[in-house]
């Protein structure tokens, strides 16, 4: 069964550091592109950050670029959210979701499995 | 950064009947390998979200044939064509042309 379990949630004061994890299995890990996306309180989604199959390509969202960074290890199956300066807009639930097959025609569509979520409050 | 718009809003249905949400970007989302990168989402009530369309018209593993995707370019549909209770949900679409990847605001469907 192909699996994503988000972990490190919790709640911060903003300006602290937090470090999600997103451990993957049930697929060729090191084949896929991988994303972080996240949803306010009573909001839509939004997209945080993802990373190709081999780490090549990657990209944010304005809102966290600078502050944020994504990375993967795929010796472990494991995708990790590195946020640094954290404010309160960055509460939100964050998901991990599994991307498209290494292609050579973009790698930011086709997320087609999503784990439960794991929630960031981030408030004094 | 490419905006995502959609609508309706909210769009109540009658079971048995079709309905259709509309999702309009604001630069072409069609790349020269004749793709659409657009993506359509369902989030049920209370879960994680799924995908139903990718790459425009192309329906993901499992879902439903009642669920179709058109369009090209700036424009962007989707339709059911005999809703069911259990499509009740937020439906977001998404382009996946450009970094940052972004997503419509979202259509409440819920049945009359």
């Known amino acids: 069964e192909v699996q994503l379990v988000e972990s490190g949630g919790g709640l911060v004061q903003p300006g602290r550091s937090l470090r999600l994890s997103c451990a993957a299995s049930?697929?060729?890990?090191?084949?896929?592109?991988m994303h972080w996306v996240r949803q306010g309180p009573g909001k839509g989604l939004e997209w945080v950050s993802g990373?190709?199959?081999?780490?090549?390509?990657?990209g944010y969202a304005d809102s966290v670029k600078g502050r944020f960074t994504i990375s993967r290890d795929n010796a472990k199956n494991s995708l990790y959210l590195q946020m640094n300066s954290l404010r309160p807009e960055d509460t939100a639930l964050y998901y991990c979701?599994?991307?498209?097959?290494?292609?050579?025609?973009?790698?930011?569509?086709?997320?087609?499995?999503w784990g439960q979520g794991t929630t960031v409050t981030v408030s004094s | 950064d490419i905006v995502m718009t959609q609508s309706p809003l909210s769009l109540p249905v009658t079971p048995g009947e079709p309905a259709a949400i509309s999702c309009r970007s604001s630069?072409?989302?069609?790349?020269?390998?004749?793709?659409?990168?657009v993506d359509w989402f369902l989030q049920k009530p209370g879960q994680s979200p799924q995908l139903l369309i990718y790459?425009?018209?192309n329906r993901a593993s499992g879902v439903p044939d009642r669920f179709s995707g058109s369009g090209s370019g700036t424009d962007f549909t989707l339709k059911i064509s005999r809703v069911e209770a259990e499509d009740v949900g937020l439906y977001y679409c998404?382009?996946?042309?450009?970094?940052?990847?972004?997503f419509g605001g979202g259509t409440k469907v819920e049945i009359k």
């Open positions: 998404m382009q996946a042309l450009k970094t940052p990847l972004t």
């Open positions: 990373i190709n199959w081999n780490s090549g390509s990657i």
């Open positions: 790459l425009g018209s």
């Open positions: 979701t599994k991307g498209v097959r290494r292609s050579g025609s973009g790698w930011g569509y086709f997320m087609d499995v």
């Open positions: 049930g697929f060729t890990y090191d084949d896929y592109a």
């Open positions: 630069q072409s989302l069609l790349h020269s390998n004749g793709n659409n990168y």
